[in-house]
């Protein structure tokens, strides 16, 4: 097997983390407020303030704290009236909890291809895939690594074709398009405060909306659905979804970090995008002229002529050592071996056995017939030469960098210098 110059990048004395929580002293100020005057449950001040807080920050008239982002997409798809056997559109590179809650009501998720600009749902991929599916009614669409997609377009297309949008703020709370937040864009929308996003209460999530009645629904069935009489009483069926207001008060506690949070993320990016200068590789991309990412992680593409062999099988991976390229594969074990944690593209839907079956449409029309041609041997478009299937391709050639906001410029110049010798 070919070698490659022998590694010579010290190992860091400390773990870096991909995104790990950063507290700040506040959080336990308020958990401990919780704790001595015993709001010890699903009520409390901490609660009311978080749901102010995220509507203050966010611009929108209601919050509905919960106990993750996934209970809040779960009740956006029940609010969309998604039925058992209704196919819904959903972005197809994202983390599986966007779509999970489609099938939580019996829905069956529809991916849609994403684009190179925003590594985002495409939304003319979105369109065809109303000219093959003209009876989907909704659409989920997720910002990836805090990266806003064409948010707008996505939805005229959804608007000309009476489809409702469900946004998936999970990653990308705090960033914007066209001076707009995400989470606002939606008919539905949902954040996260798990642990590895931009601020967390080490778990937690959000219902966000400007429907009093869509607001008070949620607050309802997130309660185990009782109605208002002396006794239990149900006629609808209910959920244990609720935040704690001990979690609520770590999340109180973060609120006012966000902003600069958002700041060391950035810095993050900015260090690698000059780090890497000279490299055959590019940063995840964004819309710079409308769009203001929170930058929760940072990524690299490696340029299609820079990579060397790699095969990944579904638990494992392997790759060919070449002189001046490297792979996904090699950089995350590459970064491993000094102590720094990378990861994967997050591996898209349709790739995923458990939605091996379900639809898939590239701006081409129906994607599967594509990625099989991919896998065999590469397809791409007669008309510009780009691959068919955007969203394999990224998770080809993209990779996520440590993105810690606690990680300093000394432990990042180790992570940058060692990614170089992969490229050697
Ligand atoms: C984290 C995440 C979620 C789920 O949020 P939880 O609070 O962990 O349930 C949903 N969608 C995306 C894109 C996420 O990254």
Same mark, same amino acid.
């Given at each position: 097997m070919l070698e490659k110059e022998t590694n010579t990048v010290k190992p860091l004395e400390q773990k870096v983390w991909l995104s790990s929580p950063t507290m700040h002293g506040d959080e336990l100020e308020y958990v401990k407020e919780a704790y001595e005057t015993n709001w010890m449950s699903t009520v409390g001040k901490n609660i009311n303030e978080v749901e102010r807080l995220a509507c203050e920050k966010v611009g929108c008239k209601y919050a509905v704290a919960l106990s993750a982002g996934t209970a809040a997409l779960h009740m956006a798809v029940k609010l969309a009236g998604v039925k058992p056997g209704d196919k819904v559109f959903c972005s197809d590179m994202t983390f599986s909890a966007t779509v999970n809650p489609v099938v939580y009501e019996g829905g069956e998720p529809v991916f849609v291809d994403t684009e190179y600009d925003t590594w985002n749902m495409d939304p003319v991929a979105l369109e065809k895939g109303f000219e093959l599916y003209p009876d989907v009614k909704?659409?989920?669409?997720?910002?990836?690594?805090?990266?806003?997609?064409?948010?707008?377009?996505?939805?005229?297309?959804?608007?000309?074709?009476?489809a409702k949008i469900i946004e998936d703020a999970a990653e990308s709370l705090g960033a914007s398009y066209k001076g707009q937040q995400t989470g606002t864009f939606g008919n539905f929308n949902a954040i996260s405060f798990n642990g590895n996003k931009i601020i967390t209460g080490s778990a937690g999530g959000m219902f966000l909306t400007d429907s009093k009645e869509d607001a008070e629904k949620v607050r309802k069935w997130s309660t185990q659905a009782r109605e208002n009489a002396p006794w239990y009483q149900h006629e609808e069926v209910g959920y244990n979804y609720r935040m704690s207001n001990v979690i609520a008060g770590v999340v109180r506690g973060q609120f006012p970090y966000l902003e600069e949070h958002i700041a060391q993320k950035k810095a993050i990016y900015e260090r690698y995008q000059k780090g890497f200068e000279g490299l055959p590789v590019t940063m995840n991309p964004f819309d710079a002229e409308n769009s203001v990412p929170n930058f929760w992680l940072s990524c690299m593409l490696i340029d299609r002529d820079a990579m060397c062999r790699q095969v990944r099988g579904e638990q494992e991976s392997l790759y060919l050592p070449e002189h001046g390229k490297s792979?996904?594969?090699?950089?995350?074990?590459?970064?491993?071996?000094?102590? &720094?944690? +990378?990861?994967?593209?997050? %591996?898209?839907?349709?790739?995923?056995? @458990?939605?091996?079956?379900?639809?898939?449409?590239?701006?081409?029309?129906?994607?599967?017939?594509?990625?099989?041609?991919?896998? &065999?041997? +590469?397809?791409?478009?007669? %008309?510009?030469?780009?691959?068919?299937? @955007?969203?394999?391709d990224i998770f080809n050639r993209g990779l996520c960098l440590p993105s810690d906001n606690k990680m300093t410029p000394e432990q990042q110049d180790r992570i940058i210098e060692v990614i170089r010798t992969c490229f050697e």
């Amino acid at each position: 097997m070919l070698e490659k110059e022998t590694n010579t990048v010290k190992p860091l004395e400390q773990k870096v983390w991909l995104s790990s929580p950063t507290m700040h002293g506040d959080e336990l100020e308020y958990v401990k407020e919780a704790y001595e005057t015993n709001w010890m449950s699903t009520v409390g001040k901490n609660i009311n303030e978080v749901e102010r807080l995220a509507c203050e920050k966010v611009g929108c008239k209601y919050a509905v704290a919960l106990s993750a982002g996934t209970a809040a997409l779960h009740m956006a798809v029940k609010l969309a009236g998604v039925k058992p056997g209704d196919k819904v559109f959903c972005s197809d590179m994202t983390f599986s909890a966007t779509v999970n809650p489609v099938v939580y009501e019996g829905g069956e998720p529809v991916f849609v291809d994403t684009e190179y600009d925003t590594w985002n749902m495409d939304p003319v991929a979105l369109e065809k895939g109303f000219e093959l599916y003209p009876d989907v009614k909704v659409v989920v669409v997720a910002h990836l690594y805090g990266t806003p997609g064409k948010i707008e377009q996505i939805k005229a297309v959804a608007d000309r074709h009476g489809a409702k949008i469900i946004e998936d703020a999970a990653e990308s709370l705090g960033a914007s398009y066209k001076g707009q937040q995400t989470g606002t864009f939606g008919n539905f929308n949902a954040i996260s405060f798990n642990g590895n996003k931009i601020i967390t209460g080490s778990a937690g999530g959000m219902f966000l909306t400007d429907s009093k009645e869509d607001a008070e629904k949620v607050r309802k069935w997130s309660t185990q659905a009782r109605e208002n009489a002396p006794w239990y009483q149900h006629e609808e069926v209910g959920y244990n979804y609720r935040m704690s207001n001990v979690i609520a008060g770590v999340v109180r506690g973060q609120f006012p970090y966000l902003e600069e949070h958002i700041a060391q993320k950035k810095a993050i990016y900015e260090r690698y995008q000059k780090g890497f200068e000279g490299l055959p590789v590019t940063m995840n991309p964004f819309d710079a002229e409308n769009s203001v990412p929170n930058f929760w992680l940072s990524c690299m593409l490696i340029d299609r002529d820079a990579m060397c062999r790699q095969v990944r099988g579904e638990q494992e991976s392997l790759y060919l050592p070449e002189h001046g390229k490297s792979c996904p594969t090699e950089i995350l074990e590459t970064i491993s071996s000094i102590n &720094a944690e +990378g990861r994967p593209i997050w %591996k898209p839907m349709h790739m995923q056995p @458990i939605y091996r079956m379900n639809g898939f449409v590239t701006r081409e029309g129906n994607g599967r017939a594509k990625t099989n041609a991919y896998i &065999a041997g +590469g397809a791409v478009s007669e %008309k510009d030469g780009l691959p068919l299937d @955007i969203s394999m391709d990224i998770f080809n050639r993209g990779l996520c960098l440590p993105s810690d906001n606690k990680m300093t410029p000394e432990q990042q110049d180790r992570i940058i210098e060692v990614i170089r010798t992969c490229f050697e």
